[in-house]
Nanobody, 121 residues
Framework: QVQLVESGGGLVQPGGSLRLSCAASGSIFSVDAMGWYRQAPGKQRELVATRISGGTTSYADSVKGRFIISRDNAKNTVYLQMNSLKPEDTAVYYC???????????????WGQGTQVTVSS
């Protein structure tokens, strides 16, 4: 059984920072990419940032220059450092990973349970 477990969400004032973590566990053979999505109330889930195994990263325009995605390959963990947070960043943040488990012939997509981030004064 493969799991993605997120942590680090919470309430922060505008201009503040938070760091999200997501650890993948289980019989993981390889990880192709890990990233973060978010979904605000009444809106569709959107990509925030991704990092592929080669190190290439991509960001939503709305978070460029404020958020940084990083990954610890040895721990199968991805981080999202969120700085200069704005009220519009309020959402449930979901960890996403494309991984191959040891018993599977191909890569599959996995999701975490989500962690709430609220930016409010």
């Amino acid at each position: 059984q493969v799991q993605l477990v997120e942590s680090g969400g919470g309430l922060v004032q505008p201009g503040g920072s938070l760091r999200l973590s997501c650890a993948a566990s289980g019989s993981i053979f390889s990880v192709d990419a890990m990233g973060w999505y978010r979904q605000a109330p009444g809106k569709q889930r959107e990509l925030v940032a991704t990092r592929i195994s080669g190190g290439t990263t991509s960001y939503a325009d709305s978070v460029k220059g404020r958020f940084i995605i990083s990954r610890d390959n040895a721990k199968n963990t991805v981080y999202l450092q969120m700085n200069s947070l704005k009220p519009e960043d309020t959402a449930v943040y979901y960890c996403n990973a494309w991984m191959r488990v040891s018993s599977a012939p191909m890569t599959s997509e996995y999701w975490g349970q989500g962690t709430q981030v609220t930016v409010s004064s």
